[in-house]
Nanobody, 122 residues
Framework: VLLVESGGGLVQAGGSLRLSCAAS????????MAWFTQVPGKERELTAA???????FHADFVKDRFAISKNSARNTVYLTMNSLRPEDTAVYYC?????????????????WGQGTQVTVSL
């Protein structure tokens, strides 16, 4: 399984970015996909997840600003980020797991991308 993120970068506060995670070796319709964020000195934290069914979860700190989606035909998951804040600055990781349970626990995800840096300036 290979997950490749793209779309990170430097953006001003209030701006938008869309992250992409292209998957190979696994069909998105067979797994739970998630985006985690990590800042230095902290554990990876779940930002959003999308189940096989398409049901979505968004963490409280990104609700109404971020949206996870997937394109099964392209086998790609997206994270659309609007109204970005400096505190959203982090490395964003795409991850995949089998089954819907324990989706908030990063240790349950066996497959990870390399991460993409998002930096939000004032």
């Amino acid at each position: 399984v290979l997950l490749v993120e793209s779309g990170g970068g430097l953006v001003q506060a209030g701006g938008s970015l869309r992250l992409s995670c292209a998957a190979s070796g696994v069909a998105l319709d067979n797994v739970t996909m998630a985006w985690f964020t990590q800042v230095p000195g902290k554990e990876r934290e779940l930002t959003a997840a999308i189940w096989r069914s398409g049901f979505q979860f968004h963490a409280d700190f990104v609700k109404d600003r971020f949206a996870i989606s997937k394109n099964s035909a392209r086998n790609t998951v997206y994270l659309t980020m609007n109204s970005l804040r400096p505190e959203d600055t982090a490395v964003y990781y795409c991850a995949a797991k089998y089954g819907p349970n324990l989706y908030t626990d990063f240790a349950q995800y066996p497959h990870w991308g390399q991460g993409t840096q998002v930096t939000v300036s004032l």
